[in-house]
């Protein structure tokens, strides 16, 4: 682990290095006429419905079960076997501007999907879980405003998506329909708190604030998470952020810090291709479920996810993904093997296109191995059986914007 950290150190370095070395000058471009206030506020919405079948279930796996579905093992928002609501959203942003100084976001959503974006205090209490809650919720709500000094420095307070990962929680703008593991087990998902962003140069900018922690919004201990992030951009078609996160997360507890270092990349310089890449390191001290059993009770876990999508047409695309992650005590995966090793592998084949204006369709296919029998069969409640797992998914979602 030791290694993994300091080349995660030295890559961060290399990157910062390298871009102040090789950074473009922006080339002139005429005068843009400034924008009013009603073009600068953004609009997006959409619905999402979807169909997930599992490769390893058959008709006699039911086991007579009538209450409960069948599910995928190890995954968040397509774990339902069968068809699925995901999601219903519409947001309202305005990012601060020099001429309107003042910026704010709210996002709404809805769905099965909603339930597992709740934050602690809106929504969930914190014995709740995901699939006892509400399928509505308030995914952001905040406001932002930009202080004239130097460049530019933007204060940002409320509720926020994390700053962490490739991926984000709104399923249209992956390159994939199914979250990655990164995505369902390394990182957070939203906070609440406040943020402070400043760019020191057009390819280089900082940001780093103060928060309650991860996905609450009505803390589980009296001390808060920090988070920050370095966004390079060192060429005109490579965009890098360097992420972080740290605080104690354990209900009732101050002292027991949770730490994930979160690097992102991705390179569009060829023409119809994108390129990206997610690499995650994170561990968390005295974790207790671990302190029962072990002398040690520290727990770790990392991965890397690499993407490459390709544009055959305006409207066709295929998008593929490999990913690795490492859960070495179990606590991240938690599926009756905490303590023991947990390793995954995945590969994620996505083929998109564009129907008709704002309506979309996207064929999956998933393959998930690992180490040990981690994945069930049957539903809810039945002990893990395989070591591999294969899912087919059909996915319609339409923009309203």
Known sequence: MARVWGAMIVTALVVLTASAATAQQPEAKPAEKPKTLLEEIALFGYVEASYVGNLGHTSADSGGLTSSRQVNTLRLYDSDEGFSFNMAEFSVKKDPSDKYPFGFGVVFTGGEDAQKNHSVGIFRDLQDAPRQTKWIDLQEAYVSYKVPLGSGLTLKAGKFVTLLGYEVIESPNNLNFSPSLLFSFAIPFTHTGGLLSYSFTDWFSVTAGVVEG?????????????????????????????????????????????????LT???????????????????????????????????????????????????????????????????????????????????????????????????????????AKVFAIRAPGYAPTERVQDTLSVDLYYLFF
């Open 214 to 262: 991860w996905d609450v919004s009505d803390d589980n201990n009296s001390s808060p998470a920090y988070t920050g992030q370095f966004a390079v951009t060192p060429l005109k078609d490579l965009s890098t952020a360097l992420n972080w996160i740290v605080g104690p997360e354990q209900n009732s507890n101050n002292t027991r810090q949770r730490w994930v270092t979160d």
């Open 265 to 371: 990349a991705t390179y569009a310089g060829f023409k119809n291709l994108t390129l990206g890449a997610n690499v995650d390191v994170a561990g968390e001290e005295r974790v207790p479920a671990l302190v029962a059993t072990r002398q040690d009770g520290d727990a770790s876990w990392w991965g890397w996810a690499l993407y490459a999508a390709y544009d055959w047409t305006d409207k066709l695309r295929s998008a593929i993904r490999f990913e690795f992650f490492d859960d070495p005590q179990s606590v991240r995966t938690a599926i009756r093997n905490t303590g023991n090793r947990t390793s995954i592998y995945e590969v994620t084949a996505t083929v998109q296109y564009k129907i008709w204006k704002g309506l979309v369709g996207r064929v999956e296919y998933r393959h998930d191995d690992a180490n």
